[in-house]
């Protein structure tokens, strides 16, 4: 992995964001066990990954992650940096016990909050969109998040069964 | 090609139904974990040797990607997977056994690529690929016992 080509704002920006998740994480209550979480950013993190790599690969490009589009150490903090947003996301459905309709409103609410997030990403040129609209990652988000909600109750049927 | 690309596409179908049909020894939280593992670590692994070191180059038409990532998103993780399930469960020769064959079947794979003019080795040789499964495959068992660790300590699986 190669280091950045330049150390500015972007890079500042996934650091500052990556510590003050993290730190979140670890002040939150606890509420599900290591391996769970553990499972949780995982998940985020390959998600990101996989689709970073389809879409941004060498056929269809639609985008680079940070200043290239080489594999910079950057693009891997960048990936762990959704695990965070997945635990947040699971731990407030979690916590709040959303069922029924509200499921949907929380997901349209989380979604859009993801995408002005990555609206903002973009402006610091975290990503740098060739082709890509921030609409698509509206569309994108509401069909992770859901995906994202159903491996949380996969999860959580596993656990409570041991 | 697209006899080729039909080929790829079976071998991956009929290794994720081998898969789910064979016995596995191990709890599907940790194949869960696994999967997610290697589909991460595999695809960062490719994307450092093609993109960074530009020491693989991998035909940039649409078959020829589609026959590579069938190899590097479905094959190799899902071998690896099936490895490690039959690496947890066998003495200690048998595990020897077990990782020498992984690893040749890892490299009969990219051999085939490499027939098929899917991927180029520019400065590149299968024993360099050998190397790289083996780190691949000794960094997934480690990471592996870590979690799997926790997940005793958690009581969730038994020793």
Known sequence: ???PVNFDHNEIVILIGLIASFIIVCWLPKRFSLSFSVLVFLFATTIARLSDHLISGSIVDLYDVMDSGKYEIFDLLTYIYYGPFAYFFIYVYDKF?????RTVLYIIVCTVLATLFEGFHVFMEVFQYKGWHLWYSFSFYLIIQPITLIFYHFLKRLYDKR | MLMELLFWITMSILCVITYFIVH?????VERLFLILFLEFFITSYFAVISVNL???YIEKQMVPTIMFLCFELILL???FLFFIDLFNSTSLIKRLLIF???ILVCLGMEWLLLIQD???HVNWGLWQS?????TMLVVTIIIHYMFKAILIDEGVVTK
């Open chain 1, 97 to 101: 016990n959303i069922k029924g309709l």
């Open chain 1, 1 to 3: 992995m190669t280091l």
């Open chain 2, 54 to 56: 530009e020491q693989i």
């Open chain 2, 100 to 102: 020498g064959l992984s």
């Open chain 2, 130 to 134: 050998m190397l790289g499964y083996v």
């Open chain 2, 118 to 120: 899917v991927i180029v």
């Open chain 2, 77 to 79: 993780p899902v071998l």
């Open chain 2, 24 to 28: 596995k020894p191990l709890y599907i």
